[in-house]
């Protein structure tokens, strides 16, 4: 069992930037691919970006270059630095630990990107 714990959203103004962490209990956190997603208002959920467990990393196209997903395996801990924020970027995003036979969901951080 992994229960996660998103943290580090709130609202932001255009072009300002947010550190989202995710923080895992349990063991073996390192084996685990971890994604950040997110879910728009009235939009379906979205893989925003994914790091392996040798730290290979994909981002959607909507934020490369502005977005860097990294992990801390001794303190079981992903992170998703966000730059350059849009509006578009509003969501609530919600941290994944994935491996093939099973996912774990955070309970979600709301980030609002407003003037």
């Known amino acids: 069992q992994v229960q996660l714990v998103e943290s580090g959203g709130g609202l932001v103004q255009p072009g300002g930037s947010l550190k989202l962490s995710c923080a895992a209990s349990?063991?073996?956190?390192?084996?685990?691919?971890m994604t950040w997603n997110r879910q728009g208002p009235g939009k379906q959920r979205e893989l925003v970006a994914g790091?392996?467990?040798?730290?290979?990393?994909n981002y959607a196209d909507s934020v490369k270059g502005r977005f860097t997903i990294f992990r801390d395996n001794a303190k079981n801990t992903v992170y998703l630095q966000m730059n350059s924020l849009h509006p578009e970027d509003t969501a609530v995003y919600y941290c994944?630990?994935?491996?093939?036979?099973?996912?774990?969901w955070g309970q979600g951080t709301q980030v609002t990107v407003s003037s």
């Open positions: 994944n630990a994935h491996l093939p036979w099973t996912d774990y």
């Open positions: 349990g063991s073996r956190f390192s084996v685990y691919t």
């Open positions: 790091i392996t467990s040798d730290g290979s990393t």
